[in-house]
């Protein structure tokens, strides 16, 4: 018979111890002491301000702000589109639409507010027709329909022209070398369109129709 061997085979589960000479050993323990001493001298340089890059932090936070505030309204505009603005109008348009208003409102109060002090004056007073003649202002225009020597028959044409509705009136000029004539005239208006509209229903009433200064 064979003698059977003791020896046994070596199996999945065996484990080889790690094993560094004392050279290795020493050469991991340097390389992590250089590891270390490298990071706490990079830190020393960056909080010193030394270090040839240089990180502005108040410009990085403003950055920072800006983009979360970015994505904050996105995120608003994405989930809340119909909800918190439901006429899809932003809220510029609503502060413009409220500072229409506030000058709308301050306008209507200056306005009544001139009113007032206008109706607490009183009515203005038409001025005096000399006074608009002195100023050189346009003036108040009539309309002469004849010119008689005697004062009756000019008298006697201005009633019959008040019966028929004008507003009639008899005026005595003195003229150079001929003496006092009396004229006829009718209304007093302060342009002359509408003294040309008195002064064609006055030719209707085959009347000679002049329109003149008073």
Do not use: C
């Not at 702000?65 to 119909?82: D, M, N, Q, T, Y």
């Not at 809220?91 to 507010?113: G, M, N, P, Q, V």
């Not at 009113?115 to 000399?130: D, I, M, Q, V």
């Amino acid at each position: 018979m064979g003698k059977t061997s003791n020896k046994k085979a070596p199996g999945k589960g065996s484990r080889f111890p790690l094993q560094l000479t004392r050279k290795q050993l020493f050469l991991w323990l340097g390389i992590a002491f250089l590891a270390m001493a490298w990071m706490f001298i990079l830190g020393i340089i960056v909080g010193r301000g030394l270090s040839p890059v240089r990180f502005d932090l108040q410009k990085l936070k403003k950055e920072l702000i800006v983009l979360k505030g970015e994505a904050l309204k996105k995120e608003r505009a994405r989930f809340k589109i119909g909800i918190d603005n439901p006429t899809g109008k932003s809220d510029l348009d609503f502060y413009e639409i409220l500072t229409d208003k506030k000058e709308e409102a301050r306008s209507k109060f200056a306005k009544a507010r001139k009113a007032r002090k206008k109706s607490a004056k009183g009515p203005a007073k038409p001025p005096k027709r000399s006074e608009v003649n002195k100023t050189g202002w346009q003036g108040l225009l009539t309309i002469q329909v004849a010119s008689f020597k005697s004062a009756e028959t000019a008298r006697q044409m201005a009633v019959s022209l008040k019966r028929k509705g004008y507003d009639a009136y008899v005026v005595t000029v003195n003229v150079p070398e001929k003496g006092p004539y009396h004229r006829v005239r009718v209304g007093h208006f302060q342009d002359s369109s509408e003294a040309g509209r008195e002064a064609v229903r006055l030719k209707q009433e085959k009347l000679e129709a002049i329109i003149v200064r008073e």
